[in-house]
């Protein structure tokens, strides 16, 4: 049984099961995948608001009115940002913005430039 057992290329979890002859599930994520299929890129994937792929160094422009906790001022929809740099988590473009400063954003929020 453990023949059939494969690591979850999504979590990490020992326990993906074959569902098929060509197809694993993972219990923990329910992620499920082929193992026979090459993964293109294992690295960290962010996208905008409109599906474009987000790179370090990327222009983007804020979709929406951004409530900033602390200013007095919200970040208005249309402010461009340069050079972002991408991260981990829930905010995951690291970027600063004349006026504010250093700050994270949410990708839902900001489209590329």
């Not at 962010?46 to 919200?74: E, H, M, W």
């Not at 402010?79 to 829930?90: M, S």
Request: charged residues 30%; aromatic residues 6%.
């Amino acid at each position: 049984m453990s023949d059939e057992l494969k690591q979850c290329p999504k979590c990490s979890s020992p326990y993906g099961y074959a569902m098929s002859d060509d197809l694993y599930a993972c219990p923990e994520c329910g992620n499920e995948w082929n193992p026979n299929e090459v993964e293109e890129d294992a690295g960290l994937k962010v996208v905008d608001a409109n599906g474009n792929i987000l790179q370090d160094g990327d222009s983007v422009v804020v979709i929406k009115d951004l409530p900033v906790k602390g200013a007095p001022k919200p970040v208005k929809a249309g402010t461009k940002v340069k050079n972002i740099r991408l991260t981990e988590g829930d905010h995951n473009i690291d970027c600063k913005i004349d006026g504010f400063g250093s700050m994270g954003l949410k990708s839902e929020f900001v489209r590329k430039a």
